[in-house]
T-cell receptor, first 114, second 114 residues
Framework: GAGVSQSPSNKVTEKGKDVELRCDPI?????LYWYRQSLGQGLEFLIY????????KSGLPSDRFSAERTGGSVSTLTIQRTQQEDSAVYLC????????????FGSGTQLSVL | AQSVTQLGSHVSVSEGALVLLRCNYS??????LFWYVQYPNQGLQLLLK??????LVKGINGFEAEFKKSETSFHLTKPSAHMSDAAEYFC????????????FGTGTLLAVQP
């Protein structure tokens, strides 16, 4: 596609349910990032992929969060047993190789946990 | 610890006035530095980036930023604000090595008054 695509754009779920957020990066981009944007909190780094490998998972808030990337392309962020504090906009970004190049951001997934 | 500090979560200027958005980083070595902008209801996009080629960096829409190593700062400026500049601005620092982690500040919301 022309840009980074994220789905769904909005997700409302009940506390305790699992959710999966999907990111389709720009074709050929090897670097992929997940961030969480909460009101007044800026962008919180979650995880970075280079190809299918995640050299840095230090930003994942808890063991309820996991992410994978397959085929060096699509990435899925999974949140298990969601909590109300997980409510935020989850942003995905990709770049051709490394983050010292321009990051291209998706429009995000607005997650609301009731 | 790696960090990025943006002073002032909200800045308001009059149309035609100078825009100054502050960013300080913590680093023992010159990093890569970025400013991203998020216009209302749009995704984040790159405004400008510093990669050690020149200390004064020019970006899109008349914005520029100056890297000052002695002050560990990378403040964003624009001589004359326009109504269309109203947006949220994020400073980001890339700490390289294996992690290639791009860390964002908490953002500054710029309002431009007529």
């Amino acid at each position: 596609g022309a840009g980074v695509s994220q789905s769904p754009s909005n997700k409302v779920t009940e506390k305790g349910k699992d959710v999966e957020l999907r990111c389709d990066p720009i074709s050929g981009h090897t670097a992929l990032y997940w961030y969480r944007q909460s009101l007044g909190q800026g962008l919180e780094f979650l995880i970075y992929f280079q190809g299918n490998s995640a050299p840095d998972k230090s930003g994942l808030p808890s063991d309820r969060f996991s992410a994978e990337r397959t085929g060096g392309s699509v990435s899925t962020l999974t949140i298990q047993r969601t909590q109300q504090e997980d409510s935020a906009v989850y942003l995905c970004a990709s770049s051709p190789s490394r983050a010292n190049e321009k990051l291209f951001f998706g429009s995000g997934t607005q997650l609301s946990v009731l | 610890a790696q960090s990025v500090t943006q002073l002032g979560s909200h800045v308001s200027v009059s149309e035609g006035a100078l825009v100054l958005l502050r960013c300080n980083y913590s680093s023992s070595v010159p990093p890569y530095l970025f400013w991203y902008v998020q216009y209302p209801n749009q995704g984040l996009q790159l405004l400008l980036k510093y990669t050690s080629a020149a200390t004064l960096v020019k970006g899109i829409n008349g914005f520029e930023a100056e890297f000052k190593k002695s002050e560990t700062s990378f403040h964003l400026t624009k001589p004359s604000a326009h109504m269309s500049d109203a947006a949220e601005y994020f400073c980001a620092v890339l700490y390289g090595g294996a992690t290639n982690k791009l860390i964002f500040g908490t953002g500054t919301l710029l309002a431009v008054q007529p």
